[in-house]
């Protein structure tokens, strides 16, 4: 037959193989399984088939399909009952380690292509952080800011970095001074500056406050061109 499949067979029909299956045969032969055998055995786990029948199934010829059904058979995967082949229960056991095989590979594929996918979309995160603070870095040389007022927008360009939310939540002007660690009423003129500038706001919202960078600041750092050397 000249191919790996039929090399195969030829192994498992080896005339210094005994018919007779110890469990260390069992195991040589077992180990050897692969290609058109696998197919023969997938073929048969959901009922008894005609050799014409398996032949139809995998458009191989008589003589090819039945070389390895009469080796699978003297290995004792495949038995055959009048016209029909069925698998053996040893047989039917490696169709199911077969199958859990290669769900475990389809598995561990799948776990690596998300590893991958995660590695990627995390060094693009990363890259895109990078470019972000570079242009508001060229930003500020063109827009100088108080201390306070920079501490604020740094902060909320942090949060947005990482929520890729524009805006916290806090319940009092105090909650936010505390953990921007700043003088509430320095804070309070800050954030009118950067009100008036468009930068950043305060707001009621609901029983607290709502502080974030507007929208047309962000796009216009987003939107901005690569920072010249």
């Not at 029909?13 to 197919?39: C, N, Y």
């Not at 929520?163 to 001074?177: G, N, Q």
């Not at 921007?180 to 950067?194: C, G, K, T, V, Y």
Request: charged share 30%.
């Amino acid at each position: 037959m000249g191919n790996s499949d039929f090399l195969a067979a030829e192994a498992l029909a080896s005339p210094r193989e005994t018919p007779t299956l110890s469990t260390t045969t069992s195991s040589q032969a077992l180990a050897r399984v692969r290609g058109f055998t696998e197919d023969l055995l997938h073929a048969l786990k959901h009922g008894g088939l005609r050799t014409r029948d398996i032949c139809e199934k995998t458009q191989k010829p008589n003589r090819y399909v039945s070389r390895y059904l009469w080796n699978m058979q003297k290995y004792g995967l495949v038995m055959k009952n009048a016209s029909f082949w069925n698998l053996t229960v040893l047989g039917q056991d490696f169709v199911c380690y077969l199958e859990r095989e290669k769900s475990t590979v389809v598995e561990v594929r799948k776990l690596n292509e998300r590893k991958k996918k995660e590695e990627r979309n995390l060094n693009v995160s990363l890259l895109q952080r990078v470019e972000f603070q570079s242009r508001f870095d060229l930003w500020l040389q063109q827009n100088p800011l108080s201390d306070v007022e920079k501490v604020v927008v740094d902060a909320l360009i942090e949060h947005y970095q990482k929520t890729r939310s524009k805006f916290i939540l806090v319940d009092t002007k105090y909650e936010l001074a505390e953990r921007l660690n700043q003088n509430p009423e320095d804070l309070i003129l800050a954030l009118r500056h950067l009100y008036q500038d468009r930068v950043a706001y305060l707001f009621r919202h609901g029983l607290g406050w709502k502080v974030g960078l507007y929208q047309a600041f962000v796009e216009s750092l987003e939107k901005s061109e690569g920072v010249s050397s």
